[in-house]
């Protein structure tokens, strides 16, 4: 396993310079992308057909953080509404981190990726006019000056992300591979060939157990966030930073990873497991309240239930903490019922579910880790630091989001830069010669685990205490508590994965890890507190120039 504290050497995967007893299997593509949400399947929809494209899932196609997304995507579509507008709005979330290039390039082409998911088919709520033209209907997020949240509902992550998916399953040049997951990146690097290409990737196939080797000219990282590092969270459980902790090892740097996003609100019930209750309902009047009935969030900020989230997250963290109480409450019952179900059928099925009709009563609410706002370091063409390696979506840090995410960015940075990076890898693909047969995984000095617990349990231990350590608020205590737990686990990790035959479970934890130890890093790095990051030590925005804090792993071609 990978080793937490990332100054010592970190191994590559397990290579058979000679050749196996039983051959493997080799797949071989131009172009291999690793993760089947937005970022991923608007890549691979992008290339042309005369290329051969590979994409990975680790479960079944259609799962990840895009399917459950309720709110929307961001994007100047109304009249009254202009670029600048969105801009300056991106740039106030993000309290002074934004790059302003990317910012602009991301809004300038947000119009273009939202008629661009029209033409594949998403049904987007509005009504259609006599002339067959379409008047959407646009909400308001924390954070938004104006109405542009175009949505389909609240389950327009599922909209998407069935679309694509349909679409990419129409294409005969592109493999869906559901059950993968990716243990590592080949480069050349790590072949000792010289220079650092990357030229595929070893993947476990879930359902027979078996590692093989994905050859391909260019590799493409589009494997969501981190947030299953938290214990409390609105992700699936595949959001286990594996994107960013493969490219970490194998020499790209990252930025930007104390910026953890956590939604205000998510469901509070023991059976819910990981529920997010959409911004949106916050847009259309829905109040946030203590458990006596009484408003709070004026007392936060002037914006009230409409601030960014950061704000709000910290506000109810620090209710909750002040009364001693499990949750909070978010009312929406004012509102008329239809509409309600109108524009929050999968919000009303799903909290009626657990026996509550949020048309009559406040729904029970608490903060969850939601979004990795800190990646791999890409450009706006997204490439990352090795050749032919490319990101898209949130695995990356792209300068977009800056200190703190605004509601509703995130998936039109999946649209917006996975068809730029397509763009790129066309023109650049023929700089790129095919990759020949490369080393088999080796797993001639491993067996098969004979204490399978030491996973989950280690598991459990990350998780909490990344929530009680390195969550909303921090102190340098405890996060010098936190990076020695995660020193001692990645030692432990590391040894596991070196002698046992490689699981799912065992990878993503390994991943987890790896991401926390840079999380923490992070953290520890930046002296102040500034959007996402707050620090009882440092609760001031430091004086002079706002920095990124950016890390180089000893292998990278940049030290």
Same mark, same amino acid.
């Not at 691979?44 to 079944?60: E, G």
């Not at 790129?432 to 459990?460: I, Q």
């Not at 996060?479 to 030692?491: I, P, T």
């Given at each position: 396993m990978a080793t937490a504290s990332g100054t010592r050497h970190?191994?590559?995967?397990?290579?058979?310079?000679?050749?196996?007893?039983?051959?493997? &299997?080799?797949?071989?593509?131009?172009?291999?992308?690793?993760?089947?949400? *937005?970022?991923?399947?608007?890549?691979?929809?992008?290339?042309?057909?005369?290329?051969?494209? +590979?994409?990975?899932?680790?479960?079944?196609?259609?799962?990840?953080?895009?399917?459950?997304?309720?709110?929307?995507?961001?994007?100047?579509?109304?009249?009254?509404?202009?670029?600048?507008?969105?801009?300056?709005? &991106?740039?106030? *979330?993000?309290?002074?981190?934004?790059?302003?290039?990317?910012?602009?390039?991301?809004?300038?082409?947000?119009?273009?990726?939202i008629q661009w998911l029209i033409d594949h088919g998403v049904a987007f709520t509005g009504e259609e006019r006599d002339d067959h033209h379409h008047d959407y209907h646009l909400t308001q997020e924390g954070g938004h000056s104006h109405r542009r949240v175009i949505h389909a509902a609240d389950a327009t992550g599922r909209a998407i992300e069935t679309s694509l998916i349909d679409h990419a399953r129409a294409r005969d040049?592109?493999?869906?591979?559901?059950?993968?997951?990716?243990?590592?990146?080949?480069?050349?690097?790590?072949?000792?060939?010289?220079?650092?290409?990357?030229?595929?990737?070893?993947?476990?196939?879930?359902?027979?157990?078996?590692?093989?080797?994905?050859? +391909?000219?260019?590799?493409?990282? +589009?494997?969501?966030?981190?947030?299953?590092?938290?214990?409390?969270?609105?992700?699936?459980?595949?959001?286990?930073? $594996?994107?960013?902790?493969? +490219? !970490?090892?194998?020499?790209?740097?990252?930025?930007?990873?104390e910026f953890n996003q956590f939604h205000p609100t998510c469901l509070y019930h023991p059976k819910a497991k990981s529920f997010l209750i959409t911004e949106a309902l916050r847009g259309e009047g829905g109040k946030l309240l203590l458990p006596d009935g009484t408003r709070f969030m004026a007392r936060f900020d002037p914006r009230g239930e409409l601030a960014p989230r950061d704000i709000v997250a910290r506000a109810i963290d620090h209710e909750i903490k002040r %009364?001693?109480?499990?949750?909070?409450?978010?009312?929406?019952s004012h509102r008329d019922a239809d509409f309600i179900k109108g524009h929050f059928p999968t919000v009303y099925a799903r909290c009626l579910e657990f026996g509550i009709d949020i048309t009559r009563e406040p729904i029970p609410v608490v903060p969850a880790a939601h979004y990795t706002c800190g990646g791999v370091m890409v450009d706006l063409d997204g490439r990352t630091d090795i050749n032919g390696l490319y990101a898209a979506g949130e695995v990356t840090f792209t300068g977009l989001h800056g200190a703190n995410r605004l509601a509703s960015n995130s998936l039109l940075e999946c649209l917006v830069f996975g068809r730029a990076a397509a763009t790129d890898i066309v023109a650049r693909l023929p700089e790129?010669?095919?990759?020949?047969?490369?080393?088999? !995984?080796?797993?001639?000095?491993? &067996? $098969?685990?004979?204490?399978?617990?030491?996973?989950?349990?280690? !598991?459990?231990?990350l998780?909490?205490?990344?929530?009680?350590?390195?969550?909303?608020?921090? &102190?340098?205590?405890?996060?010098?508590? *936190?990076?020695?737990?995660?020193?001692?686990?990645?030692?432990?990790?590391?040894?596991?994965?070196?002698?046992?035959?490689?699981?799912? $479970?065992? %990878?993503?934890?390994?991943?987890?890890?790896?991401? *926390?130890?840079?999380?923490?890093?992070?953290?520890?790095?930046?002296?102040?507190?500034?959007?996402?990051?707050?620090?009882?030590?440092?609760? $001031?925005?430091?004086?002079?120039?706002?920095?990124?804090?950016?890390?180089?792993p000893d292998n990278s071609p940049l030290r």
């Open positions: 970190i191994p590559g995967p397990r290579l058979c310079l000679r050749k196996p007893m039983q051959p493997q &299997t080799q797949h071989h593509y131009d172009v291999l992308i690793i993760g089947s949400g *937005a970022a991923g399947l608007t890549l691979a929809l992008n290339l042309p057909p005369s290329l051969n494209v +590979a994409v990975l899932a680790k479960s079944v196609s259609a799962e990840g953080s895009t399917f459950y997304a309720q709110g929307g995507v961001a994007a100047v579509l109304d009249a009254h509404d202009s670029v600048e507008s969105h801009i300056e709005d &991106t740039l106030n *979330a993000g309290a002074g981190l934004c790059h302003p290039d990317a910012v602009r390039y991301t809004v300038e082409h947000s119009r273009a990726a040049n592109i493999v869906l591979h559901d059950n993968h997951i990716a243990v590592d990146l080949i480069t050349t690097a790590k072949l000792g060939h010289g220079g650092n290409r990357v030229l595929g990737a070893y993947v476990l196939d879930r359902h027979c157990g078996k590692v093989e080797v994905f050859r +391909a000219r260019t590799v493409v990282l +589009a494997t969501g966030g981190a947030s299953k590092v938290y214990l409390y969270t609105s992700n699936p459980d595949i959001s286990t930073g $594996d994107g960013i902790a493969m +490219a !970490w090892r194998a020499g790209c740097r990252v930025a930007n990873l %009364l001693g109480v499990e949750c909070l409450y978010l009312d929406i790129l010669p095919p990759v020949g047969e490369l080393p088999a !995984w080796d797993e001639s000095r491993v &067996t $098969d685990s004979d204490e399978e617990v030491v996973v989950s349990h280690n !598991w459990e231990e998780r909490r205490f990344m929530w009680d350590y390195v969550g909303i608020v921090r &102190t340098d205590k405890r996060l010098q508590r *936190a990076k020695r737990r995660v020193d001692l686990l990645g030692g432990e990790i590391h040894e596991y994965y070196g002698n046992f035959r490689v699981t799912n $479970d065992l %990878l993503e934890l390994r991943n987890l890890v790896q991401v *926390a130890d840079l999380i923490i890093r992070s953290a520890m790095a930046r002296k102040e507190s500034r959007g996402l990051h707050y620090t009882l030590d440092f609760p $001031d925005v430091a004086p002079g120039e706002p920095h990124d804090t950016i890390l180089v």
